[in-house]
């Protein structure tokens, strides 16, 4: 009854975090009212109270500063400089900027957005329908969650405790550039005779140097995360700094005056994720106070007994789900749920975690509820049949390499061995 009413609400236009509270009435009603009402208030409020939690603010506000500084063009041009000499040129380079704008935004939204706007009239320009120019680019954005730092996977990592940040951060390299490498191969292959065979190189030299500073972010911040120098929370501050420093100080793209307005946007999109995480942390107090996880983790353990059918269980369920969810509410309410069973069942947990982060990214572009289908049609205008149709096959090969690394679970946790998390 929960679900059903959560999901209902959720199809009405409910808010969230205002659907999930909704949803906790069906167990709140059964009790003493005033009390529980008391203690999911306090709950929602301390659900947010958290230091680790100030690194999705921050992270946010980096990335507001990298677009704002101009930054897309830079990496743009080295993504050139690297690939745009192959067959298909321009779309290899749309493919490899989201990889390198990966490491200063993590959110795939924010990837479709500022990339779409340079590379949908680009490639329109050099012979691509504007409808594969767009769908690529929302395919693409997907990497952005997946290759660290990823607001996402902080998300999980204070969603479930004993998961490991940096662990989570390693684990998630591999997929993120198998993603990469099998979009390029199905561009190589099915869509280089859609436009241009090369794309426009300017001096590799002149690329490199100007995208080096942008691509050292990531480097600076996971580095220090991974040598203990640094928490998450203190190293998305320094990401804020660094941003400033190139937006202000070197390449003089920001002006003070327009600070207000970076650091307005930043709070909105955060407040966004805020409160849904304070309605969660209710939800999950609910929950574990009723017993509900406790008693779906005998249930499944009674019904699977082995960890690759409870995969493909998890792999389908959460591929519904996000046809309706957006990506971080479905950690939210589910990750809760399905962790211990994994736990129980004796998967690793940085690679349960990973599999459910980039099963649930696919979600953004899928239809109906595909945020980044919505945001690259807003950036093209050629409206969500024509998109959709597009991206099918680039759905297939994420499905792929979904499927890959859920059952050669070594791509994922090779790297965060290597190091002893």
Known sequence: MIFI???????????????????????????????????????????????????????????????????????????TAIVGRLK????????????????????????????????????????????????????????????????????????????????????????GFLLALGLSVYVYFFAGDLGATQSKQQSRRHALLHGLLPALMPVFVVGAILAGIVTPTEAAAFAVVYALILGVVLYRNIKLVNLPGIFARAMRDSAVIMVIMGAVAAANWVLTFERVPNMLTEWALMSIDTQWTFLIAVILLLLVVGLFLEGIAAILV???ILHPIAMALGIDPLHFGIVVIFNLMMGLITPPMGLCLFVADSVSGVGMGPITRRILPMLGVQFLILLLITFVPALVTFLPRLAGY
């Open 88 to 175: 298909a040129g321009l779309a290899h380079v749309n493919i490899w900027a989201s990889v390198i704008f990966a490491g200063l935004s993590g959110s795939a939204i924010a990837d479709t957005s500022a990339l779409g706007r340079v590379f949908i009239p680009s490639m329109e320009k050099e012979g691509y329908p504007r409808d594969f120019a767009a769908a690529l680019t929302a395919a693409s954005s997907v990497i952005g969650p997946i290759i660290p730092p990823s607001i996402p996977v902080i998300i999980y990592a204070l969603t479930v405790s004993g998961v490991s940040v940096p662990g989570l951060f390693l684990a998630g390299i591999v997929p």
């Open 334 to 336: 589910l990750v809760p």
């Open 5 to 79: 009413l959560l999901l209902a609400l959720v199809l009405l236009g409910v808010p969230f975090a205002f659907a999930i509270l909704g949803s906790l009435t069906v167990l709140m009603s059964t009790g003493d009212l005033p009390y529980h009402i008391r203690i999911v208030s306090q709950q929602f409020f301390g659900g947010m109270e958290s230091f680790p939690l100030l690194a999705i603010p921050l992270f946010i506000l980096a990335g507001e500063l990298m677009n704002e500084a101009g930054i897309t063009h830079r990496i743009i041009n080295l993504a």
